[in-house]
């Protein structure tokens, strides 16, 4: 961050939160790091490349952005020089204080249109706040700039052989929504410079706006773990902490206590009991049909798709694992598949996939939705195996609804029903020994490894780890299925 200068991160980060804004600035040491930043970044540079190939050859200053000064003069050298298309200009307005990267520049006739390149597939709020603030910056300095678009990916395309830039992207105008914003956005904007320059931390209150801020270990320190922002919707939380000046469900006015789940949350968490609805739990399990099968699958989603047929960010399956129980008295027996293949391996994980489930019994998942999507996927592309991977989603029992439902809730879950705090709350297994800690982790680690990205020393450490995770998954089914009959 330059000092005393904002970018348009600075300025998006400082509209949701001044304190924020401020303690990057000044408390850099809090700010806890997102895992995944640097995968989303790699992703937004890859889709960004891509997106050149849809306007052709153009301009891009020699310096780098943070070299702000001569990447603003390079960029306004080849404006004077009669320019038409850069990709990254900068512009800096140094009395203002501010300065911003733009993706694209395009100009036709006198005027330019700006560009921001997403790796969304839509046009979020954010990018709007985004593109006000480059527009502001760029018509300081001076530029006739009319229009105002996000490109981003389009979420219908499907690939065919080749990847086709001018359909896999779709550019959306949004130079209404940016204009409609008006002169606010320059009494925003020196509002947050004048709160950069302060001595003291900014005082604001904690609330929905902290959800993904990076200094919320800090703010949030002391605070008991579930809370009402566990219990209530953003909005409505906000109302109950205006009402109750507090985010403690133990100071709850009782006029505030919510229904459904959630009042069954409140009430174990306030007496410490776990909560049993016998007769659902037996109605859930007479509803299963030996031989069992606890399956679960790994999947990535890469943004630019891969292989043909695919579009982006369909979840593509290229690991599970299954574990087989026959009946009653027997033990469980695994099975597990994962692709090490650098091709369409697809058609082979579903083939496996139907050679280790037999035509009858239950299949038994968590969150059904996410499994049943893969199935209906596969089953579309590949139209000779389509009516034996369906009847497999006929069978699909959601073992997450026993739980999500609140026929068994333990206060110790804290509002969760996920497999990762179910699983220690009612047995002694956990996933706190596994070196992957989540799904997200095992998805973009496979496709770093898929595009030859991955260090060639960590790839067979990934697949044992990967294959580890899995297991525990529908291992996790097994054990927390036995736990329900213990309820009956
Ligand atoms: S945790 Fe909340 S209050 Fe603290 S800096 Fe982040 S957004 Fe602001």
Request: glycine letters at 6%.
């Amino acid at each position: 961050m330059m000092k005393n200068s904002l970018s348009k991160s600075n300025y998006l980060d400082g509209l949701n939160c001044k304190k924020s804004l401020w303690l990057s600035l000044h408390k850099t040491e809090l700010c806890k790091g997102d895992d995944f930043k640097d995968y989303r970044f790699e992703i937004g540079n890859k889709v960004g490349l891509l997106a050149r190939e849809y306007f052709g050859k153009g301009f891009q200053p020699k310096s780098p952005y943070y070299e702000v000064e001569n990447a603003f003069k390079e960029t306004f050298e080849y404006i004077n020089d009669g320019g038409k298309l850069i990709y990254e200009g900068v512009g800096f307005n140094k009395a203002e204080g501010i300065f911003a990267l733009a993706d694209i520049l395009i100009k036709d006739n006198d005027s330019w249109e700006l560009i921001e390149v997403k790796s969304s597939t839509g046009v979020k709020d954010y990018h709007v706040e985004d593109l006000s603030f480059q527009n502001h910056v760029f018509k300081s300095l001076g530029l006739n700039v009319t229009k105002l678009s996000v490109l981003h990916l389009n979420k219908n395309y499907q690939r065919g052989d080749q990847i086709d830039v001018n359909k896999l992207f779709l550019k959306s105008d949004v130079t209404k929504k940016v204009l409609h914003k008006g002169n606010i956005i320059s009494l925003q904007i020196s509002e947050l410079i004048e709160s950069l320059s302060v001595k003291n931390e900014p005082i604001v209150d904690i609330g929905s706006h902290c959800k993904e801020c990076q200094f919320k270990e800090y703010c949030w320190k002391g605070l008991p773990k579930y809370n009402i922002f566990n219990v209530f919707s953003a909005k409505k939380a906000e109302e109950v902490h205006r009402n109750n000046n507090s985010i403690d469900i133990k100071e709850l006015d009782i006029k505030d206590y919510p229904k459904g789940n959630k009042l069954v949350d409140v009430n174990s968490y306030l007496s410490g009991d776990i909560f049993v609805n016998k007769r659902e739990i037996k109605k859930f399990l007479d509803t299963l049909i030996f031989p069992y099968y606890f399956l679960d699958f790994e999947t990535f989603g890469p943004a630019i798709p891969i292989f043909k047929n695919s579009k982006p960010y369909e979840n593509i399956p290229f690991q599970f694992s299954l574990h087989i129980q026959e009946n009653e008295n027997s033990e469980i027996k695994h099975v597990e598949y994962i692709s090490k293949d650098k091709k369409d391996f697809r058609l082979e994980f579903a083939e496996t996939l139907l050679k280790s489930i037999k035509k009858t019994g239950s299949v038994i998942v968590y969150n059904q939705s996410f499994e049943k999507n893969v199935i209906s996927s596969l089953s579309d592309i590949f139209p000779a195996i389509k009516h034996d991977l369906l009847k497999i989603n006929e069978r699909m029992i959601d073992l997450l609804r026993p739980f999500r439902s609140r026929h068994l809730y333990s206060p110790k879950q804290n509002g969760s029903a996920s497999i990762k705090a179910v699983l220690p709350t009612f047995t002694n297994e956990s996933y706190d020994d596994l070196e992957i800690q989540g799904g997200m982790e095992v998805s973009i680690n496979f496709e770093k490894y898929f595009l030859g990205e991955l260090k060639k020393e960590n790839e067979t450490i990934f697949f044992n780890n990967a294959l580890k995770y899995c297991e525990l998954d529908t291992l996790a089914m097994y054990k927390l299925l036995k736990v329900l009959q213990t309820y009956v």
